[in-house]
């Protein structure tokens, strides 16, 4: 241990080097840690805001997909109420086309009582 401090106050330049070079190492490592904190909070923060915004857009997202299928349920109704339209076209136009039938039919009956009503009238 005499050899270290007779080596160290043996000369003034050794005496104010030392503590000069542990002050600029003790600061630079100050300096350091506070850039190190520094640098994780904003890290920090920047992730705070992308998660934010991600999560922003993931509600944006989920809304988009409610309406779209809010609008395929609608496209189903349609659908449904479209095809019971169609039945019921077709239902009316069966009865319409049974109906003009009955009307030819009579129609052709009545053609032929007036043409044994002329016949007979002629006879007279």
């Known amino acids: 241990m005499k050899r270290l401090t007779d080596w160290y106050f043996n000369s003034l330049k050794k005496q104010i080097l030392i503590p000069f070079l542990a002050l600029i190492m003790i ?18 923060m920047t992730l705070v805001a992308s998660a934010d915004e991600n999560s922003a857009a993931a509600n944006e997202v989920a809304m988009t997909m409610e309406q779209i299928a809010a609008g395929a349920i609608d496209q189903i109704e349609v659908g449904q109420n479209n095809e019971m339209a169609v039945k019921l076209l077709a239902d009316k136009i069966n009865d319409l086309e049974g109906q003009a039938s009955k009307m030819a039919t009579e129609s052709e009956n009545m053609f032929k009582a007036s043409e044994n009503g002329i016949t007979q009238v002629q006879g007279l």
């Open 27 to 44: 600061s630079g490592m100050a300096i350091s840690y506070m850039s190190y904190k520094n640098k994780v909070s904003e890290s920090s």
